[in-house]
């Protein structure tokens, strides 16, 4: 007969490095019998919210942390009463391969949805050293990279030769703190390194983007305690990813923007025709749509658009494909979700990939991976019934465009004035990447489009 043991659940990182999730809510409770890969629990990075399955099958002996927490990677959110006949550790942390012995490299096991602690021969977790923080106890070598305070996943290296420059030339960082300072448009070099050896950690970043935060939008505290006439909510998850990535785009991109407005009577009529069609029966045509597929053609004709100014290497980066971000309203904040790969969809694939967009992002199911890696994005002011605006870049784009709604005005055509459906467009753009000249030929042309669909023809 087999005996039962414990085993603990450590938080993993879910995904780019992510020190720290909050849990959202439990799926389950003590004394619940789960089954391998059941959802457990529900948490939010800075970036989406994530299902948590279980590692192990068994019983819920104990859940450690209450909904609303962050929890820090690595540390026991649950433990689980299993059979010791099966337990080997999908988790690593309980049990490590007999094969490993006392003093032998430190390893990160993998698990079910990402990357958990560091751990060391004994089967010991090793504690996460915060930035500047003296150590209570040696770790040796073995345990713990000298250059690691914060676990990557197994696939990117933890330090290189890019890494370990010199003085005086490429900032030290490891590649998922040098991913996120790109993603929120920061220069390395304008930041000291608190980690081993001067290195610039992910601590580092946040404080950084913190104290700009700080510095943009500080007000007065309000006087007295909360109370009834006012209420308070912690900034925190996405929507304290999304100031600071929009506080630090702002403060750090020369934002260009410019207007034109556009009949776009010839486009809403296609819209009406393709929605009849029976090549589009089932499908979600909306003026979105077709305004996407309008971008996709103009930046064939104006790449520089789909760039990114990379300034710690010194690098203007060209983009050979087009990542499409639509900025999508969600209960927990604004996410910019991408859809990979756009420039190389048929209408009828693009339809379908806005639509699962859109529903997921609504449904706040949004992976890190579709949030991250945008080239170009367009955000949809016109279903709030906005005509325009200056839309602020998504860190680490070149450009983006704010589609105003479609209304019925006064308007001159074939030299008579008549009623037609009209459309105002914003585009703002990064003048380091783009010059003025560029910006302006993108927007005549994405204009051209929606006002005759058939310029395409001379486009493609």
């Known amino acids: 007969m087999s005996a039962a043991m414990i085993k603990e659940f450590r938080l993993p990182d879910l995904g ?51 909904p609303g927490t962050v929890v820090e ?5 649950v433990s689980f009463e299993v059979d010791d006949a099966g337990s080997g550790s999908v988790n690593g942390v309980s049990a490590a391969p007999a094969a490993e ?10 698990n079910l949805v990402g990357y958990g602690a560091v751990v060391e021969a004994s089967g010991r977790p090793v504690r996460r050293q915060r930035a500047g923080e003296v150590p209570a106890e040696p770790v040796s070598a073995a345990a713990l990279p000298a250059v690691a305070p914060v676990a990557a996943p197994v696939s990117a290296p933890v330090v290189g030769p890019a890494d370990m420059s010199p003085a005086g030339e490429r900032p030290r960082s ?47 505290a309000a006087a007295g305690v909360s109370g009834e006439r006012e209420t308070r ?82 690098e203007i980066v060209q983009f050979n494909y087009v990542n499409l971000g639509i900025a999508a309203a969600t209960p927990r904040g604004l996410t910019v979700p991408n859809i990979k790969d756009a420039d190389r969809m048929s209408l009828l694939e693009l339809s379908t990939a806005l639509t699962e967009l859109t529903d997921t992002a609504r449904a706040g199911k949004t992976s890190p991976a579709e949030l991250s890696g945008g080239t170009i994005s367009i955000t949809n002011i ?50 380091r990447l783009v010059d003025g000249e560029q910006g302006s030929r993108f927007l ?10 058939a310029m395409v023809m001379t486009m493609v």
């Open 174 to 220: 490891t590649p998922p703190v040098r991913k996120l300072a790109r993603d929120l448009g920061i220069d390395l070099g304008l930041l000291t390194g608190t980690g081993p050896g001067g290195l610039i950690t992910r601590t580092d970043v946040q404080n950084f983007v913190d104290a700009g935060a700080a510095a943009a939008t500080a007000v007065p």
């Open 73 to 77: 990677v690595g540390k026991p959110i």
């Open 444 to 453: 005549a042309d994405l204009g051209a489009i929606l006002a005759d669909p």
């Open 16 to 66: 780019e490095g992510l020190t720290e999730s909050e849990i959202l809510s439990w799926k389950v409770a003590v004394g619940d019998t789960v089954t391998l890969n059941q959802v457990i629990a529900e948490v939010e990075t800075a970036k989406a919210v994530v299902e948590l399955p279980s590692p192990f099958a068994g019983v819920v002996a104990a859940l450690h942390e209450q």
């Open 382 to 431: 016109g279903v709030f019934g906005i005509d325009a605006g200056t839309p602020i870049l998504n860190p680490g784009e070149a450009a983006i465009v704010a589609l105003g709604s479609v209304r019925k005005a006064p308007w001159v055509h074939n030299d008579e004035l008549a009623v037609r459906q009209v459309m105002s467009l914003s585009l703002s753009f990064d003048h």
């Open 101 to 110: 012995a006392v003093g032998a490299p430190a390893k990160r096991e993998p």
């Open 233 to 314: 909510t912690p900034i925190k998850g996405v929507r304290k990813f999304t100031a600071a990535a929009m506080v630090q785009s702002a403060f750090t991109a020369p934002h260009v923007t410019e207007f034109l407005t556009v009949d776009v009577t010839p486009t809403m009529e296609l819209l009406a025709r393709l929605k009849s069609s029976r090549a589009f029966e089932g499908f979600k045509l909306t003026p979105l749509t077709i305004a996407a597929k309008a971008v996709l053609v103009a930046l064939r004709r104006n790449p520089t658009l789909n760039s990114r100014w990379d300034e710690a290497a010194q």
